[in-house]
């Protein structure tokens, strides 16, 4: 629940001003990015201008905003801030962190294989079947 707040559930989505002014307190939003490494400071622009509007309107009701991308490549990279926004920002510990940081890394390895053999699976296919047409 957001500090603050009456009852989240209750607000119509997107509708933060059914917060109590006198208890308003921080919010944190964290998008979690999985990206091609070439392109890693285009889905961090992409993320921040998604999220600003949120942010100002959420500002403008008194909340403190932080927004934290947290930003992986496919060949397992991990961008340099993921690891401050956790320790410094949302309290983990560079155990919990490091951990935490490996795991998504894998998953972002594992899912760029994923995607390359489904690739190269529906390529290879389209081939088989534009051969097999009769003249």
């Known amino acids: 629940m957001i500090k603050g707040a009456e009852d989240v559930r209750d607000a119509p989505p997107g509708r933060p001003e059914n917060t109590r002014r006198e208890d308003v307190g921080e919010i944190h939003l964290i998008e979690v990015a999985f990206t091609w ?3 890693w400071y285009v889905s961090l622009h992409d993320k921040l201008n998604k ?9 403008s009701k008194g909340f403190k905003v932080f927004f934290h991308p947290m930003v992986f ?3 397992g990279s991990v961008y340099e801030h993921n690891a401050r926004a956790l320790t410094q920002h949302l309290g983990f510990n560079k155990k919990e962190t490091e951990a935490l940081l490996k795991k998504i890394s894998s ?7 994923k995607m390359l053999i489904s690739h190269s699976k529906s390529k290879k296919e389209k081939a088989l079947k534009n051969s097999k ?3």
Do not use: S
Not at 51 to 59: I, N, S, T
Not at 107 to 113: C, G, K, P, T
């Open 37 to 39: 490494d070439t392109h």
């Open 51 to 59: 999220y600003e509007p949120l942010m100002e309107l959420l500002r």
């Open 73 to 75: 490549g496919t060949t």
């Open 107 to 113: 998953i972002a390895v594992e899912w760029a294989a």
């Open 133 to 135: 047409k009769p003249p």
